[in-house]
C-alpha cells in the first residue's frame, strides 16, 4: 500500500473528505456536493457557461477581491487606529515601517479592482440578458451589491486621513447633504461632524457595510443556484 | 508636477520602454497568430507595426522616447471642448453600433488597439498628460477604458455572430452548448486559474504603483479642484448641469431605483442566456446609453479633463487655474419674462404672506413648471402613441408610463447639456427659496 493511499484510507482523512478522490463520473459529482465552498456550485452546468468569453469571470473575480479585501483588511485593522492623532501616522507606518509593505497598495487596488469588476459584472449580466425571468430579483440583490462596493469604497477612502481622502469624502458627501431639511441642517449634520466621522466610517467600512454585503452575496450565491444556473431561461 | 523637461523624460524613458516592448509583444503574437491561419499578408502587416513599437521602445530606452508634435497637441486641445468630446464620443459610438459588422472583425478591432495604444504611448511624453494619466488614483480607469472596450468588443461580436444566426433561423451558438458539463473539474479549474491570474495582476500592480498619500488632512487648505473618488466623479460633473442635493442624491436615488427596475419593465422574453442586438435593440441601446456615455463618459470628463475651479482643459493644456471660464447663468424665467415677453420678471413685495410668495414663485416660474409638467406627463402617453406603441401594448399603462418616466429622467442629462451649451441656460426651474433649481 502506497503513503498516498494510507492517507487516503486512514480515518482522519475520510473523516474530512466523505469519499475517494474525484476521479470517476461518481466522486465528481460527490465532491461538489459534499464540499462547503464547492456546493456554492451546482453539479453540473452548461458548457456555453463553463467559456470566459461567455462569462468574462467577471461575478468570481467580485467574490475572490472581496475576499482578498477581507483578508487584507483584518491585517491592516492590526496596525491602524481610527484617531485624529494616529490615523495618518499608522498611514506611514504602513508605509515605510510594517514588513509586507504591499498590504495598503493590495487592498487600495483591489478596492478600486473591485468597483470595476462589479461594473463589468453587471454589464455582461445585462448583455446576455440574464436579468429576465426568472432572475429578476438576482438582478435587484446585485444592484444593492453594486451600491454596497460603492459605498465600501467610499468609506474606506476617508481612513487614510490625508488631504486627498478628507477633501474627496467632503464633496462627496457634501453633495448629500445638500438635500434639504435632512442634510446640513438636520440629522446629515450630526453624522458628518468632523470629529466622529473617521471612526463612524472606520465602523461602517470594517463591520457593518462589509457583513451586510456578506449576507447579500450569499443571497445572490444561492438564488443563482435556485434560478437554475447564470442564465438562460429555466 | 516635475521639476523639469529633462527630469521628467529621465523618469518616464524606462517604463515607457516597456510599454512599447509588450505593444510589440502583443503585436509578434498576432503575426504568429495569422502566420499560423495562414494570412501571410495579416501577419507581415502586424509583423510590421510590432517593429515599429520595437523602435519607439528602444528609443525610450535611450532616454528619448518619441513625443507627439506640438501641432499636433494643440489642435487636439483646440477641438476638444465639453460639446465636441461628449457628441462626438455620442457620434463615434453610434458609428460603431451602425457598423458593428465591420468593426467586431478581430483585425479592425486590433487595429483600433494599435492606434489607440500609438495615441498613448506618443501622449505619455507630455508632462500635462503624463501628471493626469499616471496619478495612481487614476491608473484604475485607463486600465477600466481598455476593459470596457475590451469587453464591449467581445460582447458584440458575439452578438453580431448569434445575430446573424437568428437571421438564418438557427438558435444561437449559447443553445449548442447546452449539453452539461461536470463543475469538478471544468469549472472549478477554470476559477483556479482565474484567481491565479487575478491575484498576479493584483501583486504586480501593487508592487508597482505605489498607493497614494499626500499631506495629512487639513481642513484650513481646500486643493483646487477637489475631486471625489473617480466612481463618483461622473456625478461631480453633473454639479455643472443641476442642483448639489439633486445630483446627490435624487439622481442616485434614481439611478439605483431605474436599475432594480429593469428586469421588471422589459418585456421582451428573446435574448435571455445569449448575446444578441437584434433581438433586443431597444434595451441594448438604452444600457449603452446610459452606461457607456451617461456613466463612464462623464467620469472620464471629471477626471481627466477638469482642472481648477472645475474648468474644462485640454488633455495637454497647462492647469492653469487663472483660467478664464464662461458662465452659463441665464435661468428659463429670464429669457422667458424679460428677453421673449420684454417686460422683467415679476417681483413679489417682501411683506406679502407666504402663500402668497409661493403663488409668485409659481407664476414666476410658469414658463419652467409647465415645460417640465408636459415632458413629464405628456409626453410618455405621446409616445405610447407613436414611436413606442409596441412597447406600449406589450408593456400595460402602469409599467409603460413607469418606464416611460425613468427614460425621460434619464434624458433630462443630456437634454440639459445641450441647453447649457446653445443657450447658456443654467435652470428650467429655479425656486432657490425652496431649494429647488432644475
Not at chain 2, 318 to 346: M, Q
Request: hydrophobic residues 50%.
Amino acid at each position: 500500500m502506497s503513503l498516498r493511499d494510507r492517507i487516503r484510507d486512514s480515518q482522519v482523512y475520510r473523516s474530512i473528505f466523505r469519499h475517494p478522490a474525484p476521479v470517476d463520473r461518481r466522486n465528481r459529482v460527490l465532491v461538489v456536493v459534499s464540499n462547503l465552498v464547492l456546493h456554492l456550485h451546482p453539479v453540473a452546468i452548461p458548457k456555453h457557461a463553463l467559456r470566459p468569453g461567455f462569462t468574462w469571470c467577471m461575478g468570481g473575480i467580485t467574490c475572490f477581491l472581496f475576499l482578498v479585501e477581507t483578508i487584507t483588511g483584518v491585517l491592516l485593522m492590526f496596525y491602524y487606529r481610527p484617531t485624529l492623532e494616529w490615523a495618518y501616522n499608522d498611514m506611514l507606518a504602513l508605509r515605510d515601517v510594517v514588513s509586507l509593505g504591499v498590504l495598503r497598495e493590495v487592498h487600495r487596488w483591489g478596492a478600486h479592482a473591485m468597483v470595476i469588476s462589479v461594473m463589468l459584472h453587471m454589464y455582461r449580466v445585462f448583455l446576455t440578458g440574464s436579468y429576465k425571468p426568472p432572475r429578476e430579483f438576482n438582478w435587484v440583490v446585485g444592484v444593492l451589491l453594486l451600491l454596497l462596493t460603492l459605498l465600501l469604497s467610499f468609506t474606506g477612502y476617508l481612513l487614510p486621513w490625508d488631504q486627498l481622502s478628507i477633501w474627496a469624502i467632503t464633496v462627496g458627501s457634501n453633495m448629500a447633504r445638500a438635500v434639504p431639511l435632512l442634510g446640513h441642517e438636520g440629522p446629515g449634520q450630526q453624522i458628518l461632524a468632523a470629529g466622529d466621522t473617521l471612526n463612524r466610517f472606520y465602523v461602517l467600512h470594517c463591520v457593518a457595510i462589509p457583513l451586510l454585503a456578506a449576507l447579500l452575496m450569499g443571497l445572490h450565491f444561492w438564488r443563482i443556484r435556485k434560478d437554475g444556473g447564470i442564465s438562460g431561461p429555466l | 508636477m516635475y521639476g523639469n523637461e529633462h527630469e521628467f523624460l529621465e523618469r518616464i524613458a524606462g517604463p515607457m520602454g516597456w510599454f512599447y516592448l509588450s505593444a510589440c509583444a502583443v503585436n509578434l503574437l498576432a503575426a504568429g497568430r495569422a502566420l499560423r491561419g495562414r494570412r501571410p499578408q495579416r501577419a507581415g502587416a502586424w509583423g510590421a507595426v510590432g517593429l515599429t513599437f520595437a523602435v519607439l521602445g528602444w528609443r525610450a530606452f535611450d532616454g528619448n522616447p518619441a513625443a507627439m508634435p506640438e501641432a499636433c497637441k494643440d489642435a487636439i486641445d483646440a477641438v476638444l471642448g465639453p460639446v465636441t468630446f461628449t457628441l462626438g464620443s455620442f457620434l463615434i459610438l453610434w458609428g460603431l453600433y451602425l457598423g458593428r459588422r465591420v468593426f467586431v472583425r478581430p483585425a479592425v478591432a486590433f487595429a483600433g488597439l494599435n492606434v489607440s495604444l500609438l495615441f498613448l504611448g506618443l501622449s505619455l511624453t507630455d508632462a500635462q498628460f503624463a501628471a493626469v494619466v499616471i496619478q495612481p488614483d487614476n491608473v484604475p480607469i485607463v486600465a477600466m477604458v481598455y476593459l470596457l472596450a475590451l469587453f464591449t468588443w467581445l460582447s458584440a461580436s458575439a452578438a453580431v455572430k448569434n445575430d446573424r444566426r437568428l437571421g438564418q433561423g438557427l438558435a444561437p451558438a449559447e443553445k449548442d452548448q447546452a449539453e452539461k458539463a461536470l463543475v469538478w473539474p471544468d469549472l472549478v479549474y477554470t476559477e483556479l486559474i482565474c484567481m491565479i491570474l487575478a491575484s498576479a495582476v493584483l501583486l504586480i500592480w501593487s508592487l508597482s504603483v505605489q498607493a497614494p498619500l499626500e499631506q495629512p488632512a487639513n481642513p484650513a487648505v481646500t486643493p483646487n479642484p477637489s475631486k471625489a473618488p473617480w466612481y463618483f466623479v461622473g456625478l461631480q460633473e453633473l454639479l455643472v448641469f443641476s442642483d448639489a442635493w439633486i445630483v446627490g442624491v435624487v439622481v442616485p436615488c434614481l439611478i439605483a431605483f431605474g436599475l432594480m427596475a429593469i428586469p421588471y419593465l422589459d418585456p421582451n422574453p428573446q435574448g435571455s442566456g445569449y448575446y444578441t442586438i437584434r433581438q433586443r435593440p431597444f434595451a441594448y441601446g438604452v444600457f449603452q446609453f446610459g452606461f457607456l456615455l451617461l456613466w463612464v463618459l462623464l467620469i472620464l470628463v471629471g477626471t481627466f479633463m477638469r482642472g481648477p475651479n472645475w474648468g474644462f482643459f485640454g488633455l495637454y493644456e497647462v492647469r492653469d487655474p487663472h483660467k478664464v471660464l464662461a458662465l452659463g447663468n441665464v435661468k428659463l424665467s429670464e429669457y422667458f419674462w424679460t428677453i421673449w415677453l420684454g417686460r422683467g420678471v415679476p417681483q413679489v413685495a417682501a411683506d406679502a404672506g407666504s402663500l402668497a410668495q409661493f403663488g409668485h414663485i409659481l407664476w414666476r416660474e410658469i414658463a419652467g413648471v409647465t415645460l417640465v409638467g408636459l415632458y413629464f406627463v405628456a409626453l410618455p402617453p405621446l409616445l405610447g402613441r407613436t414611436l413606442l406603441r409596441r412597447l406600449r401594448a406589450q408593456m400595460g399603462f402602469g409599467r409603460f408610463t413607469l418606464m416611460a418616466v425613468l427614460l425621460l429622467a434619464m434624458m433630462t442629462l443630456p437634454l440639459k447639456m445641450i441647453l447649457r451649451w446653445t443657450m447658456n441656460l443654467s435652470y428650467v426651474v429655479s425656486m432657490p427659496e425652496c431649494f429647488f433649481n432644475l
